[in-house]
């Protein structure tokens, strides 16, 4: 509009200064698509040909433009002409404003799409710069991988050359040690044929001179069995443990009795569900079984420094020998400075012994025994019996912790006649009490008569021996069908073969129940030892050993009773030692949790394996099964044994009722040492 004003103000100002319009004009213009041209009446016309369209702008005369009167109208038909003129072309100016915008808006949106597309280019560039960065740090840590992996198998080549170079050195010093062992051997096995003879001549001996004061009995035996071992003890009470055994036939046996002994046989019995009864004292006969020793003389011959292997070597009269090291001897001298003689406790403090002493001079003296001077001039005696019982031979070693333990069992079924002992003698008479606990330990139920039906009785047994163990349940505990019963003993139904309190990580190892009264119908206990079983599911199923002797299963205990308890557990069912031997059962169905921390591929296993167990342990050729009557009183190993219970009937004229309590092996195994040793000896 500003152009249109400024060519109409030229047109004015001209034609005011007496110029004229000589025309023409060509005021051609193009939007693009369309010509426009001016006509002589102000309209324009739009045709796409300009061949046709041509027009010319001129005023009609040519008469020059000045300002006379008479030429007025003229001049205003002129300017109004012009006038006509401009307008047109203020409209034409106008359109091309308006094609120019629509222009402009067109490059304005291609600039924007340019601008757009500048922008995805700059962002698919970035991305690709990111991805050559990402694989330039790839490609980095790849050399990085393949560089450790190689200072890796260096390591690995020169760990295994290391290793290859100390295992050939192990098997040199082996190969010494077999050398060494080698020439002891020999002079053993030179030996055995003098010991042998000695040994044979002195059972002659003793057997001609103990003979003739045998009073000997005949004993009928209903089945074959083998002697396997003979004791006599110096108050001349004697037996033969007898076991049975297809070899031989049906034959007498004889044995010597005297007093309140007699012959009880373990195995056996053509009635399981009975209590083995025999007319003498059972707990005699266990009393005078031998436990294990180191045999042989206690006499020492000659005694010799070995400086090269640093060993003592000791010839004892029979012939055999026995090597100790230095540093032990020199660890377990017994004098007053380094012994506490009133403990029986080492009071020489492990950082003022020399575990590379040497011995200056060893000697036997007079009374036999070993004397040794030491680097540093203390001297050390022993006793040649002490020396003899720690032998570091295998046999030697494998019969003191036999002794020391008594890890042997006697496996049985349900021929099994359960051991049987008198209650008061057992609390009265030291020979009576071993027996009990010696057969406790070695067949893991023990029998006893006698006991008065009344509360308190298993309190004065436990006395016998040391002390109870108390638990959540209390020192002892009474078995009754109680109403909202805090565990599945507490009631009538029937209990199925368990193990007492898996539910604590270290459980009760041995259990009494004491009858006080019986139910009319049913409540028939049933017992079967749980290592027997452990190890013909070993022959029979191993995978199933393998699974129960590995995996930890959760056990669980809530309630309330002495006091409130929540007890969690992980237990191997089958525990084993390092040596793979079963040492305890723990198994409860009723504790056993529903938190079962297993990987899943394991948990059907696991069920696979217990089932099999269970059914092994439910057996009737397994089981033993019997009926406490009030005054009875059984005592077992919760270890060992798993024991349960048929359903009974509650009410009647009697209420089932039974007193429980629990021991340590721990207290148990002391007393039976220190009864060993008050009956037998120190041996």
Not at 47 to 71: A, I
Not at 133 to 157: A, C, Y
Not at 463 to 470: A, E, K, N, P, V
Not at 522 to 540: I, K, N, P, T, Y
């Amino acid at each position: 509009m500003l152009s249109v004003k400024i060519v109409a103000a030229v047109c004015v100002v001209y034609l005011r200064l007496g110029a004229a319009y000589l025309g023409p004009l060509y005021p051609e213009m193009s939007n693009g698509t369309f010509h426009h041209y001016f006509v002589p009446d102000g309209y324009y016309e739009e045709n796409d040909d300009p061949e046709h369209c041509q027009m010319l702008f001129r005023v009609k005369d040519e008469t020059r433009c000045v300002l006379e009167e008479d030429n007025d109208a003229v001049i205003r038909d002129d300017f109004t002409i012009l006038k006509r003129h401009v307008e047109d072309a203020a409209r034409v100016l106008e359109g091309i404003g308006r094609s120019v915008a629509l222009d402009l808006d067109g490059e304005e949106s291609y600039g924007e799409f340019l601008r757009r597309e500048s922008v995805q280019i700059g962002e698919a560039f970035s991305s690709s710069e990111k991805s050559l960065l990402e694989l330039e740090v790839k490609f980095k840590q790849s050399q990085e991988q393949e560089l450790r992996d190689e200072h890796r198998i260096s390591d690995d080549f020169l760990a295994m050359v290391a290793h290859t170079r100390d295992t050939m050195r192990n098997t040199l010093d082996v190969a010494l040690a077999l050398k060494d062992k080698h020439e002891l051997l020999s002079l053993i096995i030179r030996s055995h044929g003098t010991r042998l003879s000695r040994l044979k001549n002195e059972y002659l001996k003793r057997m001609a001179l103990s003979m003739p004061k045998l009073d000997l009995i005949l004993i009928p035996i209903r089945r074959s069995f083998r002697i396997v071992e003979a004791y006599t003890l110096h108050t001349r009470v004697g037996f033969i443990l007898l076991h049975p055994t297809p070899q031989f036939g049906m034959f007498s046996s004889l044995a010597r009795c005297a007093s309140k002994a007699a012959l009880h046989v373990l195995k056996g019995a053509s009635r399981p569900s009975k209590i083995a009864k025999v007319p003498c004292f059972w707990h005699q006969t266990l009393a005078a079984v031998p436990l294990p020793t180191v045999g042989g003389s206690a006499v020492v011959r000659h005694a010799q420094v070995l400086d090269r292997k640093r060993l003592l070597q000791l010839e004892w009269d029979d012939g055999s020998y026995s090597f100790y090291p230095f540093t032990w001897l020199r660890d377990n001298c017994q004098c007053p400075l380094c012994m506490l003689q009133s403990a029986q406790a080492r009071s020489l403090l492990f950082t003022d012994l020399d575990v590379h002493t040497g011995m200056d001079h060893v000697q036997i003296t007079e009374n036999n025994k070993v004397s040794v001077i030491w680097p540093d001039q203390h001297s050390s005696e022993f006793e040649p019996e002490w020396l003899k019982k720690r032998c570091f031979s295998s046999e030697a070693r494998q019969a003191r912790q036999e002794e020391l333990f008594l890890n042997e069992r006697e496996f049985w079924d349900s021929g099994l006649r359960i051991p049987m002992a008198d209650f008061e003698e057992v609390l009265n008479d030291d020979k009576a009490a071993l027996a009990w606990l010696t057969a406790l330990r070695r067949v893991g139920i023990v029998y006893l008569k006698g006991a008065p039906a009344e509360q308190g009785q298993v309190a004065r047994l436990g006395q016998r021996i040391g002390y109870l163990r108390l638990t959540f349940y209390g020192h002892t505990w009474q078995v009754q069908d109680k109403p909202m019963a805090n565990n599945v003993a507490y009631t009538s139904g029937k209990l199925s073969l368990h193990t007492d309190y898996p539910a604590l990580h270290h459980p009760p190892g041995v259990q009494f129940l004491h009858c006080l009264q019986q139910a009319e119908h049913g409540g028939e206990s049933e017992v079967v030892d749980g290592f027997h079983m452990a190890e013909l599911l070993r022959r029979e199923n191993p995978e199933a050993f393998n699974t129960l002797s590995s995996l930890y299963i959760d056990y669980t205990d809530i309630g309330s009773d002495y006091c409130d308890f929540s007890v969690q557990s992980k237990n191997r069912i089958i525990d084993v030692d390092s040596d793979g031997r079963v040492v305890r059962i723990n198994y409860n169905n009723a504790t056993r949790d529903s938190v079962l921390d297993l990987p899943l591929d394991q948990v059907q296993p696991f069920y696979s394996s217990l089932k099999s167990f269970v059914e092994l342990m439910n057996q009737p050729e397994n089981l033993v099964t019997y009926r406490m009557e009030p005054g009875d009183l059984v005592t077992f190993d919760n270890w060992r044994l798993l024991h349960g219970r048929r359903f009974y009937t509650s009410g009647g004229r009697t209420l089932r009722h039974l007193e429980g309590a629990y021991l340590n092996w721990d207290e148990v195994m002391s007393r039976l040492r220190i009864l060993r040793k008050t009956v037998n000896g120190d041996r």
